[in-house]
């Protein structure tokens, strides 16, 4: 991982601090990435879900699945 956002965004995670709608999305962004390691993902996860999600992140996940869908039309 050397995107140094990337790194941020895990730290973030990892000491508890919550994100505004807007600051979901790359988090979404991570955890969809197939060259992600799924040890890491499950780790943001878990730390998520220790700490609680915010209705904010939600929205903000919400938003950036919406954006990254694929029509099926």
Not at 6 to 32: C, H, K, T, Y
Not at 33 to 49: C, S, V
Request: no cysteine; charged share 35%.
């Amino acid at each position: 991982m050397t995107d140094p956002g990337r790194r941020i965004l895990i730290e973030r995670v990892l000491d508890g601090q919550n994100f505004s709608a807007e600051e979901a999305g790359p988090l979404l962004d991570l955890l969809i990435d197939p060259d992600e390691a799924p040890e890491l993902k499950g780790a943001l996860l878990g730390a998520m879900r220790a700490r609680g999600e915010s209705a904010e992140e939600v929205r903000g996940l919400a938003l950036a699945m919406r954006r990254d869908r694929k029509s099926v039309v």
